[in-house]
């Protein structure tokens, strides 16, 4: 039963990496940053709440993606398995996802950091050219990264749930030592 978390900054390739392995896996890819995405394109309510936060790569509040994962994770395509991709991104969205894991009853998931150094990130963020990768926005989105998420690769180890994963090589490369790391 895989069930993983993938953290790591903007341009990691969590993206391209949790794709693949799901599929693999036939298990659902779950992205925050794709359900947001696609709620702004089809300008659903949380579309528009959230567009002003992700457009300056700000954090969109708390409450509203832990909404949105509570409702993605009660579907019953995650009984077999699921990967994570974008969330937790705060300490608060983790201490969340641990209770809400508890109460589906679905022992503590497996974290892998996917580690690449911020020159790279940014260099393959500007080669990426969505809406939100203009220079000074990834800078943010990077300044976040460092100040809300990265205390999260902390408190996975502390719980002996992190495996780290370097995230600068091939992605064949990548996938293998994600492969070996899952086990
Ligand atoms: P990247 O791969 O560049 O990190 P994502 O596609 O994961 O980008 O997320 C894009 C944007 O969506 C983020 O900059 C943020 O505004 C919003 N977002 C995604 N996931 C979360 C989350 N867990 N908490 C708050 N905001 C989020």
């Given at each position: 039963?895989?069930?993983?978390i993938?953290?790591?900054?903007?341009?990691?390739?969590k993206g391209t990496?949790?794709k693949?392995?799901?599929?693999?896996q036939?298990?659902?890819h779950?992205?925050?940053?794709?359900?947001?995405r696609a709620?702004?394109?089809?300008?659903?309510?949380?579309?528009?709440?959230?567009?002003?936060?992700?457009?300056?790569?700000?954090?969109v509040?708390?409450?509203?993606?832990q909404?949105?994962?509570?409702?993605?994770?009660?579907?019953?395509?995650?009984?077999?398995?699921w990967?994570?991709?974008?969330?937790?991104?705060?300490?608060?969205?983790a201490?969340?996802?641990?209770e809400?894991?508890?109460?589906?009853?679905?022992p503590?998931?497996?974290?892998?950091n996917?580690?690449?150094?911020?020159d790279?990130?940014?260099?393959?963020?500007?080669?990426?050219?969505?809406s939100d990768?203009?220079?000074?926005?990834?800078?943010?989105?990077?300044?976040?990264?460092r100040?809300?998420?990265?205390?999260?690769?902390?408190?996975?180890?502390?719980?002996?749930?992190?495996?780290?994963v370097?995230?600068?090589?091939s992605?064949?490369?990548?996938?293998d030592?994600?492969?070996?790391?899952?086990?």
């Amino acid at each position: 039963m895989t069930r993983l978390i993938f953290l790591g900054p903007p341009g990691a390739g969590k993206g391209t990496q949790a794709k693949t392995l799901a599929e693999h896996q036939g298990i659902p890819h779950i992205s925050t940053g794709d359900i947001l995405r696609a709620a702004l394109k089809d300008e659903t309510p949380l579309g528009l709440k959230a567009k002003s936060y992700m457009d300056k790569g700000e954090l969109v509040p708390d409450l509203l993606v832990q909404e949105m994962v509570e409702e993605r994770l009660g579907l019953p395509d995650t009984s077999s398995g699921w990967i994570l991709d974008g969330f937790p991104r705060t300490v608060k969205q983790a201490e969340f996802l641990d209770e809400l894991l508890k109460k589906l009853s679905q022992p503590s998931a497996k974290v892998i950091n996917l580690d690449v150094p911020d020159d790279v990130v940014v260099e393959r963020l500007l080669a990426r050219g969505r809406s939100d990768d203009s220079e000074d926005v990834i800078r943010r989105r990077l300044e976040v990264y460092r100040g809300e998420t990265s205390p999260l690769i902390d408190y996975y180890d502390q719980r002996h749930q992190l495996a780290t994963v370097n995230g600068n090589q091939s992605l064949e490369e990548v996938n293998d030592a994600l492969e070996k790391a899952i086990g």
